[in-house]
Nanobody, 124 residues
Framework: QVRLDESGGGLVQAGGSLRLSCAASGRSFSTNAMGWFRQAPGNEREFVASIAWSGRLQYYADSVKGRFTISRDNAKNTVYLQMNSLKPEDTAVYYC?????????????????WGQGTQVTVSS
């Protein structure tokens, strides 16, 4: 059974930082792009960032560019999201996702697997 388990969410003040982790199990995603999405109350789920299978290319939503960094460790089958300079509008449930297309750069990311999500709350 494939699982994506997120961790690292929590409550932080505006301007603070958090690092989310997503550990995959049940299969390797070393040849697949992975990404992060988020969903705030009353809003649709939205793309945050994606990373190529090799880790060499990353894509970001305009709202997080320059503040968030996505990275991965294929040996650990894990993807990370470093979030700096957090704002109250970053408050959401953050979801890890993975594709099944092989060797994709992460552009036009389409999730085939989802994690359960981790809550991030940024207070003003």
């Amino acid at each position: 059974q494939v699982r994506l388990d997120e961790s690292g969410g929590g409550l932080v003040q505006a301007g603070g930082s958090l690092r989310l982790s997503c550990a995959a199990s049940g299969r390797s995603f070393s040849t697949n792009a992975m990404g992060w999405f988020r969903q705030a109350p009353g809003n649709e789920r939205e793309f945050v960032a994606s990373i190529a299978w090799s880790g060499r290319l990353q894509y970001y939503a305009d709202s997080v560019k320059g503040r968030f960094t996505i990275s991965r460790d294929n040996a650990k089958n894990t993807v990370y999201l470093q979030m700096n300079s957090l704002k109250p509008e970053d408050t959401a449930v953050y979801y890890c996702a993975a594709e099944t297309r092989n060797y994709n750069t992460g552009s036009g990311f389409k999730a085939d697997y989802w994690g359960q999500g981790t809550q991030v709350t940024v207070s003003s």
